[in-house]
C-alpha cells in the first residue's frame, strides 16, 4: 500500500473548519483513500472513504486532488469531541487479508475553545 | 450498522497467566478480521489476520505460540495472550470486515500484566 504523509499535529478553534491534509504522491490507480481517527482509549473510527471523486457524508468531506497525490479531510465545524489523532490510509479495496490497513503516525487534532 | 464489539474492555492478569480477548461483528459476517496492538503515544501495528476457518496469519516478529488466535466463526475471533509478561501490557484492538466494505474497529481491549 502507498505511503502517506501528515502533519504530526493541528489547532483548530471549535466552530471552525478544521482541514487535515495527507500526501500520498506514489498512490496506485486502485487503490482508495482511507480516513480514520482514534480518540484517547478507543477503536479507530472509520471516517470516510474515496477514489477520485470529492466525497461528503454526515462526518466530514473528503477532497482528492486531480492527480490523486493528496486530499484533505474537512470536518466542517469542528466540536471539542472531535479532539483525536486523525489517520490518512490509501489501500486497494479488496477482500480477505488485503483488505489490512496500515496505520502511520497520522495527525493530532486539537480543537480548543 | 457494521458494529464491532470487544471483550473484555480491560483487564488485570498476573505474569504467567493466559488472557483471552473476544471480538464479534454484531451486525454483519466478517470474513477476515484483524488484530492490532498499540502502545502508549504509538500507532496501531497490525500483529495478525485471520480468517474464518484457517489458521491466522502473522506479521513479522510476532509469536504465533504467544498470540493464539481463532477465528471459528464469521462472527466471533478470539486473541488469547498466553503465559503474559508485563511486556505484554497493551491496547490491543480488533477490526472486522466483510466484502469490500471498510474496515470496522472494536474498542480496544487494555491489557495490564502485574
Known amino acids: 500500500d502507498a505511503k502517506t504523509t501528515q502533519p504530526p499535529s493541528m489547532d483548530c478553534a471549535e466552530g471552525r473548519a478544521a482541514n487535515l491534509p495527507c500526501n500520498h504522491s506514489t498512490i496506485s490507480g486502485n487503490e482508495y483513500v482511507y480516513w480514520y481517527r482514534q480518540i484517547h482509549s478507543q477503536g479507530p473510527q472509520y471516517i470516510i472513504h474515496g477514489l477520485k471523486n470529492n466525497e461528503t457524508n454526515e462526518m466530514a468531506s473528503l477532497i482528492i486532488t486531480e492527480d490523486r497525490k493528496s486530499s484533505t479531510l474537512i470536518l466542517p465545524h469542528a466540536t471539542l469531541r472531535d479532539t483525536a489523532v486523525y489517520y490518512c490510509i490509501v489501500r486497494a479495496t479488496t477482500t480477505g487479508t488485503a483488505s489490512k490497513l496500515t496505520f502511520g503516525t497520522g495527525t493530532r487534532l486539537q480543537v480548543t475553545l | 450498522g457494521a458494529v464491532v464489539s470487544q471483550h473484555p474492555s480491560w483487564v488485570i492478569c498476573k505474569s504467567g497467566t493466559s488472557v483471552k480477548i473476544e471480538c464479534r461483528s454484531l451486525d454483519f459476517q466478517a470474513t477476515t478480521m484483524f488484530w492490532y496492538r498499540q502502545f502508549p503515544k504509538q500507532s496501531l501495528m497490525l500483529m495478525a489476520t485471520?480468517?474464518?476457518?484457517?489458521?491466522?496469519?502473522?506479521e513479522q516478529g510476532v509469536e504465533k505460540d504467544k498470540f493464539l488466535i481463532n477465528h471459528a466463526s464469521l462472527t466471533l475471533s478470539t486473541l488469547t495472550v498466553t503465559s503474559a509478561h508485563p511486556e505484554d501490557s497493551s491496547f490491543y484492538i480488533c477490526?472486522?470486515?466483510?466484502?469490500?466494505?471498510?474496515?470496522?474497529f472494536g474498542n480496544g481491549t487494555r491489557l495490564t500484566v502485574t
Open positions: 485471520s480468517n474464518e476457518g484457517s489458521k491466522a496469519t502473522y
Open positions: 477490526s472486522a470486515i466483510t466484502g469490500r466494505s471498510p474496515l470496522h
